[in-house]
């Protein structure tokens, strides 16, 4: 079964009241692992008890001798009910930030990741153990 709409949130307000659009688009569950595709590139979040992880794909599609963009998200859930509650009401609040920082944070984040492992390894300290008088090791 597929859902063919899902309910769009734009991060600003027309005359005091939130934007909202619904757009027409396949949406399918396997799991807890569901997958829509947007006609633009944006950040998404939705709403969930339990901790969901994103994946954003480029995909070009060509139709009638013309090459369309959709932008493809995996949204893995932890929770199959916040998979199955998102399936049967499908809200996606789009943010403001552009997902080029988000691939600057992962590389920013394995960046820092090699040099704790650097540092780690400088900060282990090789303890000379001798043996005393009275057959205790002793640092």
Known sequence: MA??????CFPFKLQGVEYRTKLHTPLTRKENIVI??????????????KAYSVKY?????????VMK???QIIIEFKSINDAIDFFNTPV???SYSETTLLQNLDEKLAEASDILEKTGQSWKKKRK???????????
Not at 3 to 8: A, K, L, P, Q, S
Not at 57 to 65: G, H, L, P, S, Y
Not at 130 to 137: I, M, N, P, S, T
């Open 36 to 49: 829509f595709s947007l006609p633009f590139n944006s950040l998404i979040r939705v709403n969930s008890e």
């Open 57 to 65: 794909i480029v995909t070009e599609k060509k139709e009638a001798d």
């Open 3 to 8: 859902v063919e709409c899902i309910t769009v």
């Open 69 to 71: 963009i959709l932008y």
């Open 92 to 94: 996606v609040h789009v």
């Open 129 to 139: 153990t001798e043996v005393d008088e009275e057959g205790y090791f002793t640092c």
